[in-house]
């Protein structure tokens, strides 16, 4: 179906320039700030640790639980509302996704600490699982290729 195409053609340009924003960013904070700012004082370590930790656990609980749910009332909608829903809350749920990474990619920058590293690793795989494909659009939304 047409509508189906289309909205999987806007929401990889979302995500594509998304990422496209994600890497030039990165590339500007390497470039113009120093790295490893906060490294040295073991205060400012600990809770960047934490606080980081506790974001991306929050994050990963948001972008799954509430897309779930939602997802289960974008399922009873027609087709049309149910295409425009679905893409608001996939570009939603990309965002949370691309801004947990950033969040993450800027404690590791900072502090130059491992498991800043290893939850920015998290961010990415999350970021990733978010790629609009045909068949996760239909199974999110319940369709069968045969019913259109």
Do not use: W
């Given at each position: 179906?047409?509508?189906i195409t289309n909205t999987l053609?806007?929401?990889?340009t979302t995500f594509t320039m998304v990422w496209i924003?994600?890497?030039?960013?990165?590339?500007?904070?390497?470039?113009?700030i120093p790295a490893g700012l906060?490294?040295?004082?073991a205060t400012i370590l600990y809770?960047?640790?934490?606080?980081a930790v506790s974001f991306t656990f929050v994050f990963v609980v948001i972008i799954?639980?509430?897309?779930n749910k939602r997802l289960l009332i974008i399922r009873k909608l027609n087709l049309l509302?149910?295409?425009?829903?679905?893409?608001?809350?996939?570009?939603?749920?990309?965002?949370?996704?691309?801004?947990?990474m950033l969040l993450d990619y800027a404690f590791w920058f900072f502090t130059r600490d491992k498991s800043s590293l290893c939850l920015l690793a998290i961010a990415v795989a999350i970021?990733?699982?978010?790629?609009?494909?045909?068949?996760?659009?239909?199974?999110?939304?319940?369709?069968?290729?045969?019913?259109?």
């Open positions: 179906m047409k509508e053609h806007r929401l990889t924003m994600v890497v030039v960013m990165a590339i500007l904070c390497q470039c113009l906060l490294s040295e004082n809770v960047s640790q934490l606080i799954y639980s509430v897309f509302n149910a295409l425009k829903k679905y893409q608001q809350l996939a570009t939603l749920r990309m965002f949370l996704g691309e801004f947990l970021t990733l699982y978010c790629t609009p494909t045909r068949s996760r659009l239909m199974k999110h939304l319940d369709l069968e290729e045969t019913a259109l």
